[in-house]
């Protein structure tokens, strides 16, 4: 490891100032960084520590949703009352990611903010576009088995860990920010994770300096919240294929349904034409077919990694059975 400073941010605009200069780095839990840092995958010459700052609350917004503090904990948002009841799909998604031990530790920032688990990446000694631009792919043509089947370019494959992240978008969650002036900005979620291009260590929208402040929720939807993930083990394992899914049925027909896929690609995948198929449809296999087919299009595997393609459609019809199961 090399050798870094540390410094405890004693204001927001302190942080973001410091955490503008090149070499400098934010932290909160640490619980992907860290990792990073020891692997040389990141090498910090100044740690920012901006757990001091106040942004651990969880408060009701005037519109009947909830604003979460960019440092709460995933623990700690997991169990909370308001999102137990009435956003069960993020509490949901937040305990099948990671370890106790690790929720206890990650933030909500961070979350948002943590690295592709690409074994490559984590490999200073193989060839990585997202680490070292330009050096190469080493997945495509590798071990991919864990890689997109959308979003992907051909300079980069890598897949978003996150469940929160996925829970989030389904909800239409807006992310908060605010950078070294002091200016805050708000960012749908849809928008703040990247697609890799031709520019794949670019991974999501902020600007140097700029830091998480906050994520809002909007009121909750109606409709049964699921969030279900396959993956190889029980628990401490990302998602094969995630899906996080909110569906309203009325009268034996689907109102309004939305849904997201995790561990298919780059970033939380959501397809409002897939979506559009379900509303006004009966529950049954031709409409869970036909969502399957939009929300795929244009899949496409790897070698390692093809079976995610009938393995995303078999979990997006089970949780569409579920779900308008009467
Ligand atoms: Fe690097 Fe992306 Fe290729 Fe993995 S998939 S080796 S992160 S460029």
């Not at 540390?6 to 909160?28: E, F, H, V, W």
């Not at 908060?176 to 929208?205: C, M, S, V, W, Y």
Request: proline letters at 6%; a positive charge.
């Amino acid at each position: 490891m090399k050798a870094f400073t540390y410094d405890r941010a004693s204001s927001l605009t302190q942080a973001a100032t410091a955490a503008a200069r090149p070499g400098a780095k934010i932290i909160a839990g640490g619980t992907n960084l860290l990792d990073l840092t020891k692997l040389q995958v990141e090498t910090p010459t100044q740690l920012i520590d901006i757990n001091r700052l106040g942004l651990d609350n969880i408060e009701d917004t005037r519109d009947g949703g909830l604003r979460i503090g960019a440092l709460v904990r995933n623990s700690d948002l997991a169990a909370d009352q308001r999102v137990r009841q009435h956003y069960g799909v993020l509490s949901r998604a937040l305990l099948a990611g990671a370890s106790a031990q690790l929720r206890n530790k990650a933030t909500t920032g961070g979350n948002l903010l943590q690295r592709t688990r690409c074994s490559y990446f984590y490999d200073i000694t193989m060839p990585c576009n997202k680490r070292s631009p330009g050096s190469g792919c080493a997945a495509l043509g590798g071990f991919n088995r864990m890689h997109a089947i959308l979003g992907a370019s051909d300079q980069c494959i890598a897949t978003n860990p996150s469940d929160m992240a996925v829970a989030m978008r389904a909800l239409d969650a807006t992310i908060e920010t605010t950078d070294p002036a002091g200016k805050p900005r708000t960012i749908p979620i849809a928008d703040f994770h990247r697609l890799p291009g031709q520019t794949p260590q670019i991974e999501n929208a902020l600007q140097p300096g700029e830091i998480i402040t906050a994520v809002t929720l909007p009121p909750p939807p109606p409709g049964v919240q699921i969030y279900r993930k396959v993956r190889d083990r029980a628990s401490y394992a990302f998602a094969l294929v995630s899906v996080a899914a909110i569906i309203n049925t009325v009268g034996g027909r689907i109102r309004s349904a939305r849904f997201a896929f995790g561990g298919l690609a780059p970033k939380p995948w959501r397809t409002p034409a897939a979506e559009d198929r379900l509303a006004g449809a009966a529950p049954d296999a031709a409409s869970f077919d036909a969502a399957a087919t939009a929300a795929l299009d244009g899949a496409r595997g790897h070698g390692g990694n093809d079976f995610k393609i009938p393995l995303a459609r078999r979990t997006l019809h089970a949780v569409l059975a579920q779900a308008t199961r009467t």
